[in-house]
């Protein structure tokens, strides 16, 4: 039912349904990582940080996600599907990971008000470098799904998983 409706939204303004999805789901992310990981309680937690990782996902990443995996999955097709989803990864990891790992630290130095380029220059390449650790492999083994949709429907699944797991 909540994936018909949500589907529906997807196929009637596909960009603003993704990018409100994104925008959750950064926010499910910072808060997971304030209450699990950090254990700050709901007294320490940051709401401030949870509503920019909320904006960020929303207006800057959701869209240019959305609009690059579009892109992806029109003009990266080869004859094999396995070399497809290779070469779809290699240009993504080649491309968009290191402008956007550089515009998410940018992003969240303006929105605290510090200098992007000493946030740059302190953690860009410990944070591009964690993300070719973790991504690559997560998008092989996700197989690049050929529709954003069900990238969104992955992470909404996986999302919901989460939760029921915090709940008990």
Avoid: C
């Avoid at 994936?3 to 009637?12: I, M």
């Avoid at 499910?28 to 700050?40: C, H, N, P, S, Y």
């Amino acid at each position: 039912m909540v994936f018909a409706w949500y589907q529906a939204r997807l196929a009637a303004r596909p960009l603003l349904t993704q990018s409100i999805t994104t925008a959750v789901l950064f926010a499910t992310g910072d808060i997971t990582a304030q209450q699990l990981v950090e254990k700050r309680g709901l007294e320490k937690h940051d709401f401030v940080r949870t509503g920019r990782m909320f904006a960020y996902g929303g207006i800057i990443f959701g869209p240019a996600a959305t609009t690059w995996f579009g892109i992806l999955q029109r003009h990266v097709v080869l004859k094999n599907a396995n070399a497809t989803i290779l070469a779809r990864v290699a240009v993504d990891q080649g491309l968009f990971a290191p402008t956007f790992v550089g515009v998410f630290l940018s992003s969240m130095a303006i929105l605290e008000g510090s200098s992007p380029q000493e946030k740059l220059k302190s953690t860009y390449s410990t944070a591009l470098t964690s993300n070719y650790m973790l991504w690559p492999f997560v998008q092989l083994v996700n197989g690049a799904p050929n529709k954003i949709d069900e990238v969104i429907e992955e992470g909404e699944e996986k999302v919901e998983e989460l939760i029921e797991k915090v709940k008990n």
